[in-house]
Nanobody, 124 residues
Framework: QVQLVESGGGLVQAGDSLTLSCAAS????????MGWFRQAPGKEREFVAT????????NYADSVKGRFTIYRDNAKNTMYLQMNSLKPEDTADYYC?????????????????WGQGTQVTVSS
């Protein structure tokens, strides 16, 4: 079992930056692909970014490409999401997830473990 805990969310203004963290416990995440997803009120959970085991393979949703950066520190058993140039449409609950596979996926159903989420609100 892998337990995931997100932190770093908050209320910011458009154009600001935030870094989310996802701390894992129970098992090392070094053999898990990790991902970030988000869910806005009344909407389905959507893919944000994914990163493979060793952190060299990343993939982003078009809506965040060039603004968000996913990275991981396996020694700290932690994954991060650096979010720059935030927009009001980035407002959502952000979830981290772990997948027992080398390959990333944008399909939330293919992830095995989930955190409880951290709220990000971007005001205009």
């Amino acid at each position: 079992q892998v337990q995931l805990v997100e932190s770093g969310g908050g209320l910011v203004q458009a154009g600001d930056s935030l870094t989310l963290s996802c701390a894992a416990s129970g098992r090392t995440i070094s053999t898990y692909t990790m991902g970030w997803f988000r869910q806005a009120p009344g909407k389905e959970r959507e893919f944000v970014a994914t990163i493979n085991w060793i952190g060299r393979g990343t993939n982003y949703a078009d809506s965040v490409k060039g603004r968000f950066t996913i990275y991981r520190d396996n020694a700290k058993n932690t994954m991060y999401l650096q979010m720059n140039s935030l927009k009001p449409e980035d407002t959502a609950d952000y979830y981290c997830a772990a997948r027992s596979s080398y390959w990333g996926s944008s399909n939330p159903r293919e992830y095995d473990y989930w955190g409880q989420g951290t709220q990000v609100t971007v005001s205009s």
